[in-house]
């Protein structure tokens, strides 16, 4: 069966700090792959996706970045986190056109 | 451009009773549809999907939404509400994809769902 994994759960930084979150998923090959970010009543707002490795597309202006060094391996990162990249961070993937996205269960970022 | 818009960021309803989360899009093309819940401090679980095969669409936990392209709703129903149905739910749509690929989810702003004895 296919799996998300995203780690850590939670993250407390300081601003100016780096960042690097981790998802992996397992039981399947080429996902495509996704970072959202998530805030209060504003539903959900995609960073990154990546339909192959090394290949990565942004979808906002941002402090982040993003990277897939792997097929089924998907990094999110700052050099230098910023107050506002303070939310919960969720990895998604799937299976082709207009198939449905499964999450892992996120990362609550609290930046001090 | 394709948009989805919930009708009521939070519904409270009885233990028992009928459940109503409204689900409205707009989109240029066909749509695929989604619907999913989040419970605290968790990731998204896909509830149920509308890929142009049947208009009604039955899910997971007892759920179901039906298509209604002449109201371009998608409103996700549950006859008899139980404690454990407490969560955010999310609809969204998918018409496009992305550049090289991928696939262009636009979500709704969310609907917290309350369940009271």
């Known amino acids: 069966s296919q799996t998300i994994h995203q780690w850590p759960a939670t993250l407390v930084q300081p601003v100016g700090s780096p960042l690097s979150l981790e998802c992996t998923v397992e039981?399947?090959?080429?996902?495509?792959l996704y970072w959202y970010r998530q805030a209060a009543g504003r539903g959900l707002q995609l960073l990154f996706y990546?339909?192959?490795?090394?290949?990565i597309s942004s979808e906002v202006p941002q402090n982040l970045s993003a990277s897939r060094p792997q097929d089924r391996q998907f990094i999110l990162s700052s050099k230098k986190l910023l107050l506002s990249d303070s939310g919960f961070y969720l990895c998604?993937?799937?299976?082709?056109?207009?198939?449905?996205?499964?999450f892992g269960d996120g990362t609550r970022l609290s930046i001090l | 451009a394709q948009s989805v818009t919930q009708l009521g960021s939070h519904v409270s309803v009885s233990e028992g009773a009928l459940v109503l989360l409204r689900c409205n899009y707009s989109?240029?093309?066909?749509?695929?549809l989604f619907w999913y819940v989040q419970y605290p401090n968790q990731g998204l679980q896909l509830l149920l999907k509308?890929?142009?095969?049947?208009?009604l669409v039955k899910g997971i936990n007892g759920f179901e939404a039906e298509f209604k392209k002449s109201e371009t709703s998608f409103h996700l129903t549950k006859p008899s509400a139980h404690m454990s149905d407490a969560a955010e739910y999310f609809c969204?749509?998918?018409?496009?994809?992305?550049?090289?690929?991928?696939?262009?989810?636009?979500f709704g702003t969310g609907t917290q769902l309350k369940v009271e004895l």
């Open positions: 998604a993937y799937d299976q082709g056109r207009n198939q449905p996205q499964h």
């Open positions: 039981g399947t090959s080429n996902p495509n």
């Open positions: 990546s339909i192959g490795i090394d290949q």
């Open positions: 989109s240029s093309v066909p749509p695929y």
């Open positions: 509308y890929t142009s095969a049947a208009t």
């Open positions: 969204a749509v998918s018409d496009r994809g992305l550049t090289g690929g991928g696939n262009k989810l636009t």
